[in-house]
């Protein structure tokens, strides 16, 4: 079949691409409320384009079997798997990363190969266009630094918890990420102030107020479950100092905004630097962008003195004439559905 579909089923995103005759000609990112349970997959799955529902060879990987509505993996990676070979029409293949592709009835003895795997799909479609590079994917919540070496991924750790002690996981992102998960004081009119301890403020609000934000990045609610213009993110912004927004100007809050940005950077920084001193890593290896957060690893590969190649670049022979903004963001729903 030519006409394959891509899935990344996320705990709070569900992402898709369309790949005809081996080319991707549309992408496709929608929130999902996964940890209300797997019903909620349909009610996403019910505002997706038709593309999604006609007779195609559907690819999945998947990161939402670690949502808090599961026991555990092991059964998020089954109901997830069921969920796809009960709804979608054609063929179901999971993506079961070093493992290849399985039927979803194997699913359960795979999904230690099969959990969380999606960043695996992206680092091996890259490696079949460049022979080294270090892959970073910054997405809403989670950041990916996969090496990719003699064309392979050569990731040290796999599993979730492996990779956050490898630094190939950092758990920060763009849109969901609390202030307070990367800091504990910030700058405020000459002093060093301790932050309010709370989830007053998430990255979503620091990025809006610095221009950073991609226009439809941000499809989680905010914290206080409020808008999202710009005065309300300076409100959220100023609680995290114990401030209301009247007590500071636009400017000082983009500047506060401009630091928290700094400061979500330096980890990122770390772990960078550490997997590019690999001595297996080519010391010109490129990183290759992709994700929400592109522009903060654009920003990561200037401060590393390293050349940044969006993912979109590196895979432009297979992107349709029109290509997609969301082609960037849905980066594992893209790979998976080129790799099948």
């Known amino acids: 079949m030519t006409r394959i579909v891509g899935w990344d089923l996320g705990g709070v995103h569900v992402k898709a691409s369309l790949v005809e005759a081996g080319r991707v000609v549309a992408a496709v990112q929608a929130p999902c409320r996964l940890w209300r349970g797997v019903p909620a997959l349909d009610e996403t799955f019910a505002t997706l384009p038709d593309w999604v529902r006609g007779e195609a060879d559907h690819a999945v990987t998947m990161t939402g079997e670690l949502t808090d509505c599961f026991a555990d993996r092991a059964d998020g990676v089954d109901q997830l798997s069921a969920?796809?070979?009960?709804?979608?029409?054609?063929?179901?293949?999971?993506?079961?990363?070093?493992?290849?592709?399985?039927?979803?009835?194997?699913?359960?003895?795979?999904?230690?190969?099969?959990?969380?795997?999606?960043?695996?799909?992206?680092?091996?479609?890259?490696?079949?266009?460049?022979?080294?590079?270090?892959?970073?994917?910054?997405g809403s919540t989670t950041a990916d630094l996969i090496p990719i070496v003699a064309?392979?991924?050569?990731?040290?750790?796999?599993?979730?918890?492996?990779?956050?002690?490898?630094?190939?996981?950092?758990?920060?992102?763009?849109?969901?990420?609390?202030?307070?998960?990367?800091?504990?004081?910030?700058?405020?009119?000459?002093?060093?102030?301790?932050?309010?301890?709370?989830?007053?403020?998430?990255?979503?609000?620091?990025?809006?107020?610095?221009?950073?934000?991609?226009?439809?990045?941000?499809?989680?609610?905010s914290a206080d479950l409020k808008g999202k213009s710009i005065p309300e993110s300076e409100t959220r912004l100023a609680r995290m100092v114990g401030r209301d927004r009247g007590e500071g100007s636009a400017e000082e809050w983009r500047a506060l905004a401009a630091w928290f940005g700094e400061a979500q950077l330096r980890p990122l920084h770390d772990a960078a630097a550490i997997l590019l001193s690999r001595p297996d890593l080519a010391a010109d290896a490129p990183l290759v962008v992709c994700g929400a957060g592109r522009f903060l690893a654009e920003r990561l590969a200037a401060r590393l003195g390293r050349?940044?190649?969006?993912?979109?670049?590196?895979?432009?022979?297979?992107?349709?004439?029109?290509?997609?903004?969301?082609?960037?963001t849905c980066g594992p729903a893209v790979a998976v559905g080129l790799i099948a």
């Open 83 to 138: 969920w796809a070979a009960a709804t979608l029409a054609g063929r179901v293949r999971i993506y079961a990363g070093r493992a290849g592709f399985v039927a979803p009835e194997a699913a359960r003895a795979h999904a230690a190969d099969i959990a969380s795997a999606n960043w695996h799909a992206t680092a091996a479609l890259i490696g079949r266009h460049a022979e080294n590079a270090l892959l970073v994917d910054i």
């Open 151 to 221: 064309g392979q991924p050569a990731a040290r750790g796999y599993s979730d918890a492996e990779r956050l002690e490898t630094g190939e996981l950092v758990y920060t992102g763009v849109v969901r990420t609390p202030l307070l998960a990367f800091a504990t004081h910030a700058p405020w009119r000459g002093r060093r102030t301790a932050l309010m301890a709370e989830t007053f403020a998430s990255t979503a609000d620091i990025y809006r107020l610095t221009g950073d934000l991609p226009e439809g990045a941000d499809q989680q609610h």
């Open 307 to 328: 050349r940044a190649v969006p993912l979109t670049e590196v895979i432009a022979g297979q992107m349709g004439d029109e290509g997609s903004a969301w082609v960037s």
